[in-house]
C-alpha cells in the first residue's frame, strides 16, 4: 500500500501544484462574491469550465515538455515579437496586481485572527515567499508545493460545518439557470477570467521544462519518460483541475448557504468574506476559512511571481530556472523579488483591493485571448513536441477554450457600455 501511495504522489507534480495555485485569494474572493449575491446560482460554472481548464493546461505543459522551453519562447517564434512584449508586460502587471492583492488579503485575515498590523503581515508574507523561491532548488521546493496544495481541502471541509441544503445545491448545479442581468454577467465573467488564467499557462509550461531538465539529469527517469510523459501530464493535470475547481465549488455554496441566506450580498474580497462568515457560521469556520487564505496565497504568490520571472527572462534571453543557484541565474530571482515586492508595496498603500481585483481580472481576461490562440499555432504542427503531439480532440477542446475566454471578453466589454 506504501508503495502504491508512493507512486501516485510522485505521478503528481506541476499540475496539481498549477491547479492549486488558481485558488488563490483572489479567486477565493471571486467565488465568494458569486456565492453572497447569487446563492447557489452559479455552482454550475465549475464544472463548465473543468474540461476547457484542463485542455488549455495539458496543452501548455505538453509544449513544454515537449520543446524543453517556456511558452514565451515559443510564442516568441511564431509570433511577432511586438505583440511577445505587448503580451508579457500585460502578464507582469497582472501577475504584480494579483500578488498585491493576495497579499493584501493574507495580511488582513491574519491581522483578523491575531491582531497586529495588517501590512507588517503582507510584507513579511512577501519576504518569505522570496526567500522560498530564491534559497530552495527547484526539486525541493517542488515537493513543498506539492504539499502546500493540501490546505486546500479546508474548503471542502468548511463546507460541512454549516447546515448545507444538498437539494438545493444539486438543483441548482445541474439544473442552470442564467440571465443576462448585468451584475450576473459580470461575476460570471469574473469566474471565468480568474479559473483560467494566463499566469497558470506559463508556470506549468515552464515546470514542465524543470521537470524535463531534472529526467534527464537522472537516468532512471529518462528510459520512460519520451513514451509515458502525455499520460502522466493528463493524470496530473486532471487531478489539479479537478481538486481545483471542487475546491471552488465549496467556496461558492458554503458562501452562499451562509452569507447569501443571511442577506449578506456583497463580498468584496477574501479576507471580509472569513470576517462575514465568523458570526453567522462560527470560530471554526472562521479559522478554517481564514487558515485557507493564508495557505493558498503561500501557494499563489511564488506561481504569480515566478511565472513572470520566467516569461521575461525568456523573452530576453537570460538564464531563468528555479533549479540554478542564485550566482548562476542572478536577473532571474531579481525578477522575482521585483515582482513580489513590487506587489507587497502595493498591499501596503491605499490603493483599492477591489480596483487592484478588478484590474487584474480584466487584463488577464484580456491577454488569456491571444496567448491561448498563440499556444494552439504553436501544437497546429506538432511534429516538433516528438511523441507529445497533440491528439485532435484535445486541440479542439483548445480552440474551445480560447473561443469562450474570447467569448468572456466580448461579453465583458458589452457589459460595461
Known sequence: MAAIQKRIWSALGPGLVTGAADDDPSGIATYSQAGAQFGYTL???????????????????????????????????????????????????????????????????????????????????????????????????????????????????????????????????????????????????????????????????????????????????????????FTHISVDTWTGMIASNVVAFFIIITTAATLHANGITNIQTASQAAEALRPLAGDLTFFLFAGGIIGTGMLAVPVLAGSAAYAVAETFGFHGSLELPVSRALGFYALISAATFVGAALAVTRIDPIAMLFWSAVINGVVAVPIMVAMMLVVANGRHLGPLAIPAWLRGLGWAAAALMALTVAALVWSSL
Open 43 to 229: 455552482a454550475w460554472t465549475m464544472f463548465l469550465t473543468l474540461p476547457f481548464m484542463a485542455a488549455i493546461q495539458i496543452i501548455s505543459a505538453c509544449i513544454g515538455w515537449g520543446t524543453r522551453e517556456g511558452l514565451a519562447t515559443n510564442i516568441g517564434k511564431r509570433l511577432p515579437r511586438s505583440v511577445l512584449y505587448c503580451v508579457v508586460t500585460l502578464l507582469v502587471a497582472a501577475n504584480t496586481i494579483n500578488i498585491a492583492a493576495d497579499l493584501a488579503a493574507m495580511g488582513e485575515v491574519l491581522n483578523l485572527a491575531i491582531g497586529g498590523y495588517a501590512f507588517v503581515y503582507a510584507l513579511a508574507f512577501g519576504a518569505f515567499c522570496v526567500v522560498a523561491e530564491i534559497f530552495i532548488p527547484y526539486h525541493r521546493y517542488a515537493g513543498y508545493l506539492k504539499l502546500a496544495t493540501f490546505i486546500l481541502f479546508v474548503y471542502v471541509a468548511t463546507a460541512f460545518t454549516v447546515h448545507m441544503p444538498w437539494g438545493e445545491v444539486l438543483a441548482a448545479t445541474f439544473l442552470p439557470h442564467l440571465s443576462l442581468d448585468r451584475d450576473m454577467l459580470l461575476t460570471l465573467v469574473a469566474v471565468f477570467g480568474t479559473t483560467i488564467s494566463p499566469y497558470l499557462f506559463f508556470w506549468q509550461a515552464n515546470q514542465e521544462v524543470e521537470e524535463s531538465r531534472l529526467s534527464h539529469r537522472y537516468r532512471h527517469r529518462a528510459q520512460t519518460s519520451s513514451e509515458d510523459y
